[in-house]
């Protein structure tokens, strides 16, 4: 406050700094109260993994207990499997589905369409997880990378397919009619022009998407299981960088919490990368707005 | 035309003669929902030259333009009603291929528009659609296209540039290029001049002088003083009425309506 120029020293003019301040301060806080958690987390993997972390881990196979060494390469490979079939699954469905609700969902329908896919986002992944297992694993008797990569993907289906539809809805109206003015059809207008237009969004909601189903480890118990070899076969077992850190954390071994830690920094490491993939994603040359 | 039963001003139509109809409309009604938009609308629009539609905001000339390709299709619960006649050929038969009406009915927006692209696909882009052009072909068709928009000798260094890094006016050059790339009969502008500059302004004026050599042009303009300036034919449209329509001439300095007298005195709207 400039000193004096206009006198404020009534009581009210007090009132109102002091709850201005004591607003400021509440909101300062809490942005500490938030990053907190997020500091300790990151610190902790940090400073409990690094020592993990070596050649082997990436690329030796787990050890059995007792022996020293050994690395977690059959997880890595199996994490980026059963991600990559998730969006096998999760992908297609997600974006064309977003597409339709954008473009062509008006009514009942696709009201309720929209309802259901956000109560599915909001369904514990164990049961997605318990789902896939009634609905593949027992009709074929094992575990599998399949079954995994299901799973995942019915998870990503919700988050995908409304953030394709919330992005596909704020192209503006204008480009859609100049597409159609060209003698352009409503897909060919939607693939070549709306999707173009959104595609930075979308990628972004995707790589999102991708990141929360990559740390998900109670649907892959039920599902994908686990195992200590390579998996070669997506019939069979698979093993995955989340199961693998709860079996070894749950374990009374020194070797192998300090194996969880490393994997943990891995996952996270992962997630990191791909959030910076989305950003980057989103920079694109031919910006909406400017 | 043979059989036109239209409340035309036959008379004084500078060059006649040499300007065959292009567009015949007959009795066109068109409804939004229960909203009666336009009322039996009789016009024709001349070939090769600009028609200028005026009227104040919400009197439906930009309706009627959008009948014109049907882009009015689009619009949910809307109906239209009469004859729209192309080359005499009707645009509303049921058989009629929208996508081949609007290859030849082309359309220009109020705000430029560009796609999220560079300056070249743009244009490109209806091309590719149609299968007009590839490879060489299609950069020819693509310089030609802006040349003709006037546009060339100001983008061709940067034709792999984003197209939002152009200005307003030069944008709207883009999208007429990207009309004119599909090769149209007709150029439909809904107040092309509205959001750009007195500069931008003029030159898209210039431009279309130049484009009506080739291309029918039927241009929608709150602003008179264009219409006067560009157009040979003026309609006035109120409450979705065509009130009067003729030489543009006649229609700013002696017009036959009161209400259009009205309103290009300024009276209102």
Same mark, same amino acid.
């Given at each position: 406050m400039s000193a004096g120029a206009m006198r404020g020293s009534g009581l009210r003019h007090l009132r109102r700094k002091a709850a201005n301040g004591a607003m400021w301060g509440l909101a300062t806080l809490s942005i500490f109260a938030c990053l907190l958690p997020l500091g300790l987390v990151l610190y902790y993997v940090i400073a409990q993994g690094a020592a993990g972390i070596n050649l082997d881990f990436f690329t030796k196979l787990p050890k059995p207990v007792g022996e020293p060494g050994g690395g977690m390469a059959n997880a890595i490979a199996g994490s980026l499997v059963l991600v990559g079939l998730a969006s096998l699954v999760g992908l297609p469905i997600g974006i064309l589905g977003g597409i339709y609700l954008a473009e062509f969902g008006k009514g009942r329908f696709a009201w309720t369409v929209r309802f259901l896919a956000d109560v599915l986002s909001g369904v514990p992944s164990i049961v997605v997880g318990i789902f896939i297992w009634a609905m593949v694993v027992v009709p074929t008797h094992r575990l599998s990378g399949l079954a995994g990569g299901a799973a995942l993907g019915v998870m990503m289906i919700p988050t995908v397919m409304r953030t394709t539809e919330e992005l596909v809805r704020l192209v503006p109206m204008s480009l859609r009619e100049a597409s159609l003015s060209l003698g352009a059809t409503h897909w060919r207008t939607v693939l070549k022009v709306v999707l173009v237009a959104a595609k930075g969004g979308v990628v972004t909601g995707v790589l999102l998407a991708v990141s929360r189903i990559a740390g998900e480890a109670a649907p892959l118990l039920l599902t994908a299981g686990g195992s200590? +070899?390579? %998996? /070669?076969?997506?019939?069979q077992p698979m093993p995955s960088l989340p199961v693998q850190i709860f079996t070894y954390a749950i374990q009374p071994y020194d070797d192998w919490h300090r194996q969880a830690w490393a994997a943990a920094l891995v996952l996270v490491s992962l997630v990191f990368v791909l959030s910076v993939a989305a950003r980057y994603a989103t920079r694109g040359r031919f910006r909406m707005v400017r | 035309m043979i059989g036109m039963s239209v409340k035309l001003q036959? /008379?004084?139509? &500078?060059g006649r003669g040499e300007h065959l109809v292009k567009i015949e409309v007959e009795h066109l009604d068109f409804y939004y929902g229960r909203v009666? %938009?336009? @009322?039996d609308v009789n016009l024709l629009i001349r070939e090769r030259q600009i028609t200028a539609l005026i009227g104040p905001s919400g009197c439906g000339k930009s309706t009627f333009l959008r009948a014109l390709n049907r882009m009015?299709?689009?619009?949910? *619960?809307a109906r239209t009603e009469g004859k729209v006649r192309l080359d005499g050929e009707?645009?509303? =038969? &049921? *058989? @009629?291929?929208v996508v081949a009406l609007r290859r030849r009915v082309g359309m220009v927006f109020q705000r430029p528009n560009p796609f999220p692209m560079s300056v070249f696909e743009n244009v490109a882009y209806a091309p590719r659609l149609h299968g007009l052009a590839r490879g060489a072909d299609l950069e020819d068709l693509v310089e030609e296209s802006l040349r003709r928009a006037a546009l060339w000798e100001e983008v061709k260094d940067k034709?792999? *540039?984003? %197209? +939002?890094?152009?200005?307003g006016g030069q944008q709207q050059r883009l999208c007429i290029a990207r009309v004119l790339a599909v090769g149209p009969e007709v150029v439909l502008m809904d107040? &092309?001049?509205?959001?750009?500059?007195p500069v931008s302004t003029l030159r898209i004026e210039e431009l279309m002088h130049e484009l009506k050599e080739k291309y029918t042009i039927v241009i929608v303009t709150h602003n008179m003083q264009q219409a006067a300036r560009v157009s040979v034919e003026t309609g006035f449209f109120l409450h979705g009425e065509l009130i009067e329509f003729g030489a543009s001439t006649t229609i700013f300095t =002696? &017009?036959?309506d009161k209400r259009t007298e009205d309103y290009v005195t300024g009276r209102f709207g």
């Open positions: 200590s +070899f390579w %998996a /070669t076969r997506i019939d | 036959s /008379t004084n139509l &500078p009666r %938009a336009l @009322v009015n299709d689009i619009i949910e *619960g009707e645009i509303y =038969d &049921p *058989g @009629v291929d034709l792999r *540039g984003s %197209a +939002f890094a152009l200005s107040e &092309p001049c509205s959001a750009l500059d =002696d &017009p036959a």
